[in-house]
T-cell receptor, first 119, second 117 residues
């Protein structure tokens, strides 16, 4: 079982809806990530949170709004999405954003993803 | 900048046989990590194996081993004794160990492996 939990697993929403994706990890990791993955493509980084602060925003449209309420939780608020935003949204965590701590081999642990369909 | 190349869009392997998935990379970072992930149709990205750029020995994890040839910048994944449950998309990825880009996990385009009974 994955140690990164994402809810919901599936979400269908209209272009005027507001919804949120949730992610939780209890591994004590200090970095959390949102990735977007289109069909048959590799994941693309959207956001990085480090110690609960937004560290990296890969020029993501403002209709995607991340939030990190505490070190274990990461949300992605969705508003006024477009059909082309339909994708698998993956949350991940790692020991730290800046790799290099002793014993940290740098891997990211991913959740099962939230499959979003925008009508 | 880093680049990962996986030249095999799809591979077939007979059950119980071994298979090698190719991965080459390009980077100017002196220290980095190489990773392989498995993604079944369910969507979860499952971490399989890690190889550090300064590790002297090739990494192994159960039926997975990484054939690391630093001079050739290749990090091929070898799966021994394939099982039906190994059918999935496999991504090679790289992460710099230091510098401003050390948060960045760069993925290849993936190889879809199908195990034939």
């Amino acid at each position: 079982d994955t140690e990164v939990t994402q809810t919901p697993k599936h979400l269908v929403m209209g272009m005027t809806n507001k919804k949120s994706l949730k992610c939780e990890q209890h591994m004590g990791h200090r970095a959390m990530y949102w990735y977007k993955q289109k069909a048959k493509k590799p994941p693309e980084l959207m956001f990085v949170y480090s110690y609960e602060k937004l560290s990296i925003n890969e020029s993501v449209p403002s209709r995607f709004s991340p939030e990190c309420p505490n070190s274990s939780l990461l949300n992605l608020h969705l508003h006024a999405l477009q059909p082309e935003d339909s994708a698998l949204y993956l949350c991940a965590s790692s020991h730290s954003e800046r790799w290099g701590l002793a014993g940290d081999t740098g891997e990211l642990f991913f959740g099962e993803g939230s499959r979003l369909t925008v009508l | 900048a880093q680049k990962i190349t996986q030249t095999q869009p799809g591979m077939f392997v007979q059950e119980k046989e071994a298979v090698t998935l190719d991965c080459t990379y390009d980077t100017s970072d002196p220290s980095y990590g190489l990773f392989w992930y498995k993604q079944p149709s369910s969507g979860e990205m499952i971490f399989l194996i890690y190889q550090g750029s300064y590790d002297q020995q090739n990494a192994t994890e159960g039926r997975y081993s990484l054939n690391f040839q630093k001079a050739r910048k290749s990090a091929n994944l070898v799966i021994s004794a394939s099982q039906l449950g190994d059918s999935a998309m496999y991504f090679c990825a790289m992460r710099p160990r230091s510098g401003a880009g050390s948060y960045q996990l760069t993925f290849g385009k993936g190889t879809k492996l199908s195990v034939i009974p």
